[in-house]
């Protein structure tokens, strides 16, 4: 039995979703052209946690062993998801627009070995620049948030309740209920935990 193409009604683009996107019931995915670069393989490649949801400009830019997972209530306003390993996003966590998550650089840093993967595009089909660099998990806490423009690079955990300034590059582990902004993101104050920030549901 072939699988029903979903559609969403209320989509600008005339897409589907993925099968392998697993979406809760109550997450909100505003628009298929976010998966224009999804190639993930995995099972599932993406998936929405209860009441979660994507809003314009979010790209999953996810390769064939890439898997992306948004937690209950998260909220990705915007961001460019460069995925070839796993990129975990917590609950509740809140990314902002143009924010970059990126778990693989995608390409060498070797002159020679870039050069041979640009002349190989125009032989390829399709006509895409695909690389392989290693690829290193990121992880975004529960009830963080990341202001725009900030990008986290590969192999970076950030801890819950932190906040990452606007225009920070991650480049290293954050603490958890810290401040961190600047480039390289370094703390500038940490943030008291009230007993409140533990949520039932
Ligand atoms: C990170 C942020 C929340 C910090 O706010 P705050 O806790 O009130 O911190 P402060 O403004 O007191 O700044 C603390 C220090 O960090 C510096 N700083 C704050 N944000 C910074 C940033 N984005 N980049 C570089 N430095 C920053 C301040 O200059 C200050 O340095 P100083 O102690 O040497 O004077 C805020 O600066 C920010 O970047 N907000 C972005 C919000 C956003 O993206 N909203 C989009 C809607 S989701």
New binding site residues.
Partial sequence: MTAVARTLPWDWYDGTLPDNVELDDTAYVETTFSFLLYRSERQPGVSYGKGSSSYLGTMFDVGPSGRVRIGDYALV?GARIICDDEVVIGDHA?I??NVVLMDTYRFSSDPGVRREELRSVPAALPRVLTGGAEARRIVIGDNV?I??DAVVLPGVTIGEGA??????VVTADVPAYS?V??NPARV??TIPKEDDDVVED
């Fill in positions: 306003h809140l902002s627009w948030w202001g725009f906040v990452v300034g606007a225009k920070s401040v902004a600047g500038v104050r």
